[in-house]
């Protein structure tokens, strides 16, 4: 990462730091009733953290639901959230490439909150292909045992920038930690009525990864073997998936909403399997959406995922 944002980071771990760099602990109550403004890049990350904020704070949402972060870049108006807020939540682990350069740019300075810090990138199994072009896979949050890191840094961070509030984040920390075990212990339940042996994902680029390695899947393939949904497949690394298919008999392949399905069409016209569209991976939904909340998202996939399988 950029010199710049790897000191934002390291500011923020440091709290005599923070005070130095902003002259006062921002809370909701010593700043003449303004109430504290916390901007979350993604939606899914918005909804976690709004868990743990409670009603004490807002979390906004940078990218509106059914963006591909992969392929988001700013516009002016949203440069102009981000140097407004005062509170930034990434995912990070190099999954908001944009950031530096924007933050370089706009000039702002919000107190930065990685979700994903402490984590680390796992390691591809024999099978899969690796991504030259991507430092590890970011995509933590589609296991939601990973997710108990993000709730604890992000308590953590709220605490650090608003230590009056500490009570009520530790509360909610605690309280959607055990909604985490509980949507892991139901995932496990519902993954168990597919054979061990069908357990296999083909998605349409490299993000299940974590979910894989938690419920006993195997990554047979992607469409795009990147970790980035704007990479682009060669021919001969379509001609390898096909015949991974075939000889796997893999019977479905995953795409996250807004995918384009041309590819993955015509890798299933090759060796019949079913292309099952609708899963979304990096969004949610507007309210009373089918994937509304980051726990309803998980549940949606699964579901599709089961259904394809079992």
Known sequence: MQNRFRTALFLFAIPSMILSACGAMITPDNRSGNPLKVLAVESFLADIAQNVAGKRVKVDTLMPAGIDPHAYQPTPQDVARIVNSQVLIINGAHFEEWLDETLQNAGGDPILIEASAGLSSRK????EALDPDHEGDPHFWLDPTKVISYVENLREGLTKVDPEGADIYTANAEQYIADLV??????MAQVSQIPPEKRLLVTNHESFGYFADRYGFKIAGTVIPSTSSEASPSAQQMAALIDTIRQMDVRAIFLETGANSKLA???????????????????ITAGGGEASSYIEMMKHNVSLIVEALK
């Open 124 to 127: 591809p199994s024999a099978n």
């Open 265 to 283: 069409d015509q890798v299933a016209q090759e060796t019949g399997a079913k292309v099952v569209t609708n899963l979304y991976t990096h969004s």
């Open 182 to 187: 509980e949507l892991d212990n139901w995932i």
